[in-house]
């Protein structure tokens, strides 16, 4: 009978007769500077400059595509005197406004789905009738309700709001790992405790979607809306400075416009929501 | 004679699936004293991780009672804590000191010192010292299990009870964890029930055993003094075919076991 035997690899075997091998090499700098999001996406926002630039100059009519330098000089001209800036804040309280009772409408919503069957019928009823429905196509039924004012606006961005926050929560609700709900239970927790505790937390990465989306969708809605009948809320926002712009041929201030639109959408999902996912959800492990 | 500590009286469990009405378990009746360390043992479909739950309070008997300290359990409570199988029973939003101190926070009502001086006392018991502060996801699947013991320790329950929480481990993780496991008992005599589908570690782990036949479960056998061949690989070895004949031989040929 033969024992098993052992051969032990010996030294200049193990290190194919050169000196120890590579276990780790530092990345070169440029190597290093390309691996950050940002600094990839800087460069393709100045190459998309460049080329802003370069074809409005090409084209040499200010009337329909200004370059970049005659809409940044119109921007902080209407940034310098104000104007802008108090447009920006008109529609950014409206909009505030309309996302917190559509965020807290949502809570309630889903709060009496997850907690009865007929609610959760409900709330799926609701959001199957009214989720598909632009925001948008309600503001001839709200200007007839609500008037010529800034409570229709409130009105279709609470619609724009509601829907996706409490489909959103309501997914995440039932994601809930049923591990987690034992837990939570086994701690003696129930009612709103149980849900506040357990199912918020757990739900976060869906409920964060919610709130991300429904930000996209008021802005737009926003936005859209104020192009339509801005001007009667006494101060008009955003959408109405582009509208305005556009009827006196202001057209590098109708880009300007556009360009504040866009960054500060930008600026709340990078900034705001980004912020927040760092302080939660990839701090928690929960989403990479 | 004195009131068992646990008293699960001939207890049915019945589970409904959209078929069909399942029978778990069939007029099960065992008890637990105070520091016991009882093992449900039996193969899969005996019911054993159901009627885990009936003790914790997740499923009401469909016939029976069980009773812990004289007193019938309605539903889950912190006077019985669970261990979970699965990784996923920490709260990841929460790090491994606030995922031991919270319970104590909202069922036993601790001031937050309180709660933190006791929740980091356990967890250095269980040798997680230096990932107190760590998040839940940072942490090896044998780590998780230990926050899970420490936690059910630390609210000093009546009862753990624990479901397969070695199951999902590697072999080498599951043997220091049973190691451990019984050295913490050694510190505090609790009271553990715990299920597990392994005969090796229900001799390991156990004082006494419950065996279980499958589909419905109904008590075979209960097995005394199981600690008696503690470091005797041999006695345990001799113990591990016994019971193995005892669950498979007799009913192997007729009973083959269909997967799901």
């Given at each position: 009978?033969?024992?098993?035997?052992?051969?032990?690899?010996?030294?200049?075997?193990?290190?194919?007769?050169?000196?120890?091998?590579?276990?780790?090499?530092?990345l070169?700098?440029?190597?290093?500077?390309?691996?950050?999001?940002?600094?990839?996406?800087?460069?393709?926002?100045?190459?998309?400059?460049?080329?802003?630039?370069?074809?409005?100059?090409?084209?040499d009519?200010s009337?329909?595509?200004?370059?970049?330098?005659?809409?940044?000089?119109?921007?902080?001209?209407?940034?310098?005197?104000?104007?802008?800036?108090?447009?920006?804040?008109?529609?950014?309280?409206?909009?505030?406004?309309?996302?917190?009772?559509?965020?807290?409408?949502?809570?309630?919503?889903?709060?009496?789905?997850?907690?009865?069957?007929?609610?959760?019928?409900?709330?799926?009823?609701?959001?199957?009738?009214?989720?598909?429905?632009p925001?948008?196509?309600?503001?001839?039924?709200?200007?007839?309700?609500?008037?010529?004012?800034?409570?229709?606006?409130?009105?279709?961005?609470?619609?724009?709001?509601?829907?996706?926050?409490?489909?959103?929560?309501?997914?995440?609700?039932?994601?809930?790992?049923?591990?987690?709900r034992?837990?939570?239970?086994?701690?003696?927790?129930?009612?709103?405790?149980?849900?506040?505790?357990?199912?918020?937390?757990?739900?976060?990465?869906?409920?964060?979607?919610?709130?991300?989306?429904?930000?996209?969708?008021?802005?737009?809605?926003?936005?859209?809306?104020?192009?339509?009948f801005?001007?009667?809320?006494?101060?008009?926002?955003?959408?109405?400075?582009?509208?305005?712009?556009?009827?006196?041929?202001?057209?590098?201030?109708?880009?300007?416009?556009?360009?504040?639109?866009?960054?500060?959408?930008?600026?709340?999902?990078?900034?705001?929501?980004?912020?927040?996912?760092?302080?939660?959800?990839?701090?928690?492990?929960?989403?990479? | 004679?004195?009131?068992?500590?646990?008293?699960?009286?001939?207890?049915?469990?019945?589970?409904?699936?959209?078929?069909s009405?399942?029978?778990?378990?069939?007029?099960?009746?065992?008890?637990?004293?105070?520091?016991?360390?009882?093992?449900?043992?039996?193969?899969?479909?005996?019911?054993?991780?159901?009627?885990?739950k009936?003790?914790?309070?997740?499923?009401?008997?469909?016939?029976?009672?069980?009773?812990?300290?004289?007193?019938?359990?309605?539903?889950?409570?912190?006077?019985?804590?669970?261990?979970?199988?699965?990784?996923d029973?920490?709260?990841?939003?929460?790090?491994?000191?606030?995922n031991?101190?919270?319970?104590?926070?909202v069922?036993?009502?601790?001031?937050?010192?309180?709660?933190?001086?006791?929740?980091?006392?356990?967890?250095?018991?269980?040798?997680?010292?230096?990932?107190?502060?760590?998040?839940?996801?940072?942490?090896?699947?044998?780590?998780?299990?230990?926050?899970?013991?420490?936690?059910?320790?630390?609210?000093?329950?009546?009862?753990?009870?624990?479901?397969?929480?070695?199951?999902?481990?590697?072999?080498?993780?599951?043997?220091?964890?049973?190691?451990?496991?019984?050295?913490?008992?050694?510190?505090?005599?609790?009271?553990?029930?715990?299920?597990?589908?392994?005969?090796?570690?229900?001799?390991?782990?156990?004082?006494?055993?419950?065996?279980?036949?499958?589909?419905?479960?109904?008590?075979?056998?209960?097995?005394?003094?199981?600690?008696?061949?503690?470091?005797?690989?041999?006695?345990?070895?001799?113990?591990?075919?016994?019971i193995?004949?005892?669950?498979f031989?007799?009913?192997?040929?007729?009973?083959?076991?269909?997967?799901?």
């Amino acid at each position: 009978m033969s024992e098993p035997r052992i051969i032990l690899s010996s030294v200049d075997v193990m290190n194919d007769g050169m000196d120890q091998p590579e276990v780790e090499r530092q990345l070169s700098v440029t190597e290093r500077l390309w691996n950050h999001a940002a600094l990839r996406k800087t460069v393709i926002l100045i190459a998309l400059a460049i080329i802003w630039e370069l074809y409005a100059r090409h084209l040499d009519n200010s009337l329909l595509f200004p370059t970049l330098s005659d809409t940044l000089k119109a921007l902080f001209d209407h940034l310098a005197d104000g104007s802008l800036l108090e447009r920006v804040w008109t529609s950014v309280k409206v909009l505030l406004i309309g996302y917190a009772i559509g965020i807290v409408l949502a809570g309630l919503l889903t709060a009496i789905a997850i907690n009865t069957r007929i609610g959760t019928d409900l709330l799926e009823t609701l959001t199957a009738m009214f989720n598909p429905l632009p925001a948008i196509a309600l503001l001839p039924l709200a200007l007839i309700w609500f008037g010529l004012g800034a409570a229709s606006l409130v009105f279709v961005l609470v619609h724009s709001v509601l829907w996706a926050v409490a489909l959103n929560t309501h997914a995440g609700f039932l994601s809930v790992s049923p591990t987690l709900r034992m837990v939570g239970r086994n701690y003696g927790l129930r009612g709103l405790p149980y849900v506040l505790r357990i199912l918020v937390p757990a739900a976060f990465p869906s409920i964060l979607t919610g709130l991300k989306v429904a930000w996209a969708f008021a802005w737009r809605t926003l936005i859209a809306a104020e192009l339509v009948f801005g001007v009667a809320s006494g101060k008009g926002g955003l959408g109405w400075f582009i509208y305005e712009s556009r009827t006196v041929l202001d057209i590098p201030a109708v880009f300007a416009g556009l360009l504040t639109v866009i960054v500060i959408g930008l600026a709340v999902e990078n900034l705001g929501f980004r912020l927040i996912e760092r302080r939660t959800v990839r701090m928690w492990g929960v989403q990479s | 004679m004195a009131e068992p500590l646990l008293d699960v009286d001939r207890v049915t469990l019945r589970y409904k699936t959209p078929q069909s009405l399942v029978t778990a378990t069939h007029r099960v009746k065992f008890r637990v004293e105070r520091s016991d360390r009882y093992v449900l043992l039996g193969p899969s479909g005996c019911g054993k991780s159901t009627l885990l739950k009936a003790v914790g309070g997740y499923l009401s008997p469909g016939e029976g009672t069980i009773r812990i300290n004289g007193k019938k359990v309605e539903g889950p409570g912190a006077d019985r804590m669970m261990v979970f199988q699965e990784f996923d029973q920490l709260l990841p939003w929460k790090t491994v000191a606030e995922n031991v101190a919270f319970p104590l926070r909202v069922a036993r009502k601790l001031s937050k010192a309180e709660a933190n001086e006791r929740a980091r006392a356990y967890i250095d018991k269980v040798n997680l010292t230096k990932f107190a502060d760590s998040y839940t996801h940072t942490l090896s699947g044998g780590m998780k299990q230990r926050v899970a013991i420490a936690r059910g320790m630390a609210m000093e329950p009546d009862i753990l009870l624990m479901d397969e929480p070695f199951a999902a481990l590697d072999a080498l993780t599951r043997r220091r964890m049973q190691d451990e496991l019984l050295q913490l008992w050694e510190d505090t005599r609790f009271t553990v029930l715990f299920v597990t589908h392994s005969i090796a570690e229900a001799i390991r782990i156990g004082s006494r055993i419950l065996l279980l036949s499958p589909h419905p479960g109904r008590v075979k056998a209960e097995i005394e003094d199981v600690a008696s061949v503690a470091g005797d690989s041999a006695r345990a070895g001799e113990l591990e075919k016994t019971i193995d004949n005892l669950l498979f031989a007799t009913d192997a040929p007729d009973v083959e076991e269909v997967p799901a």
